[in-house]
């Protein structure tokens, strides 16, 4: 086996120990990770992981965020990945370097490796003596090569991990500092972007000689269809815009199907088709089969603040900052478009306010590239407007499940067979040779946008993300039919295929449950051989006090929701109760999860709660609109989310398994904890609704009044 083939796979793509760690003269350690920030507290956790690893205090450790110059390249932070695999990685590499200083240390003191011990970065002799990393960090060149040859620590040998540190994020978010979109650089100026009205609009005339006179102009752009002003201060800018936007003259057309019928649309389409499982066994005698549909309508990633960049040419280079969750298909995709080499790029991390998936960030970082290349030698900072935000990012794809199925003379599931339509997700910065960004399609010498496409299935795939049902059917089917129509723009969404896939297979199992006269709980497990997951919802039905047989009352119910996210990473069950007046509340939601061995419990239960609140706010009240022209969903009105006020309580119950490897956490919540909202609601009502959100509309509908 190879060196590489021994190392987590991001490190053996990074193997240089300095590109990870570095230590400071001041008595600190600086440690970079290719993960970034984006509110789920991972610059904490593996700052924990880093102390723990080289043995210092949590207070030494100084992160810094994504630098396409100086961090490790670990691809995109998604997926639930980041503990996964650049935990694992950074693990790695901090015990290789705390080893490195161990054996120079032993050479210093004259002393064994066996009578050694380090606590807080001091290296202490049995017999006498000590000597501090920062000491010895001269002599000790971490410019090698990680080996793998070096064990970290075993769960025995774990001190940090597994304890409530606090996170490093909050003060900066506390004192307003911690967003790019508060950075302020020396002369910076400000631009705004006038886009097409729809996504094939043609522009056909402009007058923009007011605009260009307007005061604190300082440039108007043009290039194709891509328009933008460049101004000295905010204000001046937007204003600008607004004349741009009425200086412009448009042609459109009626290209976009119904909204109302965009699930029939997707199932008429044609399809690329994927056989994703298929297991045959012999036929026993089935009862009346069950079939129902369930749909999920387009969704927007509806961050707090609009999308944001920086971007400043100097000497002919370019540096941008910008709250990408890939910075270094970013950086490679600005090169390709402004065709630069790309190390005459540097792209850098800052925190955005709010975002799983890929949403307008790496759009705008285009924008204030090209924006910033009219006034070479000043920073401009480019937001998009809130319209904008709406009408351009890529949305999470409409998607419909298809389920038919039918039980045993025993009460169990004889069989199953599912079919999906929806696009697949995935249009991010470096997954297509054409670019992932807006802008480049509206230049005149612009680029076709590229197709959708999914991670390989192993990876959790995109569309096909938990289609493959959980449970141990003896005979069951799943196709995927993907749709290439791609009538809005899409791209990833938190959890991406997996919120309405779980929401499908776990509503279905509650329906086979009720055909079968069987307690929702007891019906998933005897389905379940895997024991990790049948404690979950063992553990989640304790904890919510789960009364087998409990009917709703007409008003009040409760449901239960289960996956394994992805397939292969953490274990979910959650319990929601539900009360059904004018709308559909949510007061309580209990969520178990096994995500492995924890690192920060607290940081855990802070990513399960914020998934199951946006997964309420998805399953009672989100969705896309839309005309046969363009998107009409443009401001908050039109796209209403959770408030705090309906937020619900959220308790989280850990089932902490420190000999198995961390898994990720947020991603996962999302499915189950729809299924759980949808069963609850037929719990109290005794009617099924398919179709999300579940709007007061659509209970109206089911109830069939």
């Known amino acids: 086996m190879s060196r590489a083939q021994k190392l987590p796979p991001t490190l053996a793509a990074n193997l240089s120990l300095d590109r990870w760690v570095t230590l400071n003269a001041d008595g600190t350690v600086t440690v970079r990770t290719g993960k970034v920030e984006i509110g789920q507290g991972i610059v904490s956790a593996m700052a924990q992981i880093a102390a723990e690893e080289l043995d210092v205090a949590y207070s030494r450790i100084r992160m810094v965020a994504v630098d396409t110059a100086m961090s490790p390249n670990e691809g995109s932070t998604s997926g639930s990945r980041s503990i996964e695999e650049g935990g694992g990685a950074l693990r790695q590499a901090c015990a290789e370097v705390r080893d490195a200083l161990v054996q120079a240390g032993a050479r210093k003191l004259g002393a064994s490796l066996e009578s050694l011990a380090v606590e807080d970065g001091t290296i202490h002799a049995r017999g006498g003596g000590s000597i501090t990393y920062w000491q010895l960090a001269p002599e000790v060149d971490l410019a090698r090569d990680a080996t793998g040859q070096v064990r970290p620590k075993e769960t025995e040998e774990l001190r940090l991990i597994g304890t409530a540190l606090p996170r490093l994020d909050i003060p900066a978010k506390v004192s307003g500092a911690a967003f790019l979109h508060d950075l302020e650089l020396p002369g910076m100026l400000h631009g705004r972007i006038v886009r097409p009205p729809s996504y094939h609009a043609r522009l056909v005339a402009l007058d923009d000689e007011r605009v260009r006179a307007m005061p604190g102009v300082r440039a108007v752009v043009r290039e194709g269809r891509f328009l933008g002003v460049v101004a000295g201060r905010e204000e001046q800018a937007v204003q600008a815009m607004k004349a741009l936007v009425r200086a412009a003259r448009w042609e459109e057309a009626d290209e976009l199907p119904e909204e109302s019928a965009i699930h029939a649309f997707l199932q008429a389409q044609p399809t690329e088709d994927e056989i994703l499982y298929e297991k045959s066994a012999a036929r026993a005698a089935m009862g009346q089969p069950l079939a129902a549909t369930y749909t999920r309508p387009y969704l927007a990633h509806a961050s707090i603040g609009p999308s944001c960049a920086i971007a400043w040419w100097r000497a002919g280079k370019l540096e941008v900052w910008s709250h990408s969750q890939a910075m270094h298909a970013l950086r490679d995709e600005l090169a390709k478009i402004l065709r630069l080499p790309a190390a005459d790029v540097v792209a850098r991390h800052a925190e955005g306010a709010g975002c799983y998936g890929h949403n307008g960030a790496d759009d705008v970082a285009l924008d204030a590239a090209l924006l910033a290349r009219a006034v070479n030698g000043s920073p401009v900072r480019v937001q998009w407007m809130r319209e904008d935000e709406f009408a351009w990012e890529p949305f999470g794809p409409a998607m419909a499940v298809k389920l038919q199925g039918a039980l045993d003379g025993k009460g169990s599931v004889a069989e199953w067979r599912q079919e999906i339509w929806g696009n697949r997700h995935l249009t991010r910065p470096g997954r297509h040779p054409n670019p992932g960004l807006l802008a480049a399609w509206h230049l005149e010498r612009g680029y076709e946008p590229p197709p959708a496409v999914d991670m390989p299935l192993a990876m959790g795939g995109g569309s096909q993300r938990n289609a493959v049902p959980y449970y141990d059917f003896r005979d069951a089917r799943v196709v995927n039919h ?185 991603e996962g919540m999302m499915g189950p904890t729809a299924a759980a909202i949808g069963n609850a609601v037929f719990n109290a009502m005794g009617v099924r609704v398919r179709d999300l959100p579940l709007t007061r509309e659509r209970v109206v509908a089911a109830m069939g009044v």
């Open 482 to 666: 993907v749709v290439k129509a791609m009538p809005l723009r899409v791209s990833t969404l938190r959890a991406l295929g997996a919120y309405l896939n779980v929401f499908a297979i776990e509503s279905f199992m509650d329906e086979l449950a009720h055909a079968a006269d069987a307690d929702p709980v007891e019906f998933r497990l005897r389905h379940l051989k895997d024991e990790r997951a049948r404690e979950v919802i063992r553990a989640v039905a304790r904890a919510a006090g789960w009364n087998s047989r409990a009917k709703g009352d007409g008003a009040r119910g409760r449901g239960i929701g289960f996956a394994r996210y992805k397939n292969l990473g953490d274990w979910v069950a959650v319990v929601a109760e539900v009360v059904v007046e004018e709308v559909v509340r949510v007061p309580r939601i209990v969520a178990a999860i096994d995500c492995g061995r924890v690192v920060n419990p607290d940081g855990v239960a802070n990513q399960a709660e914020g998934g199951v609140i946006q997964a309420v706010s998805w399953t009672l009240k989100e969705r896309v609109r839309f005309d046969r022209a363009r998107v009409t969903t443009r401001n908050w009105d039109d796209y209403p989310i959770l408030t705090f006020e309906e937020a619900p309580s959220v308790e989280v119950v850990l089932v902490d398994r420190p000999h198995e490897p961390s898994l990720g956490v947020g």
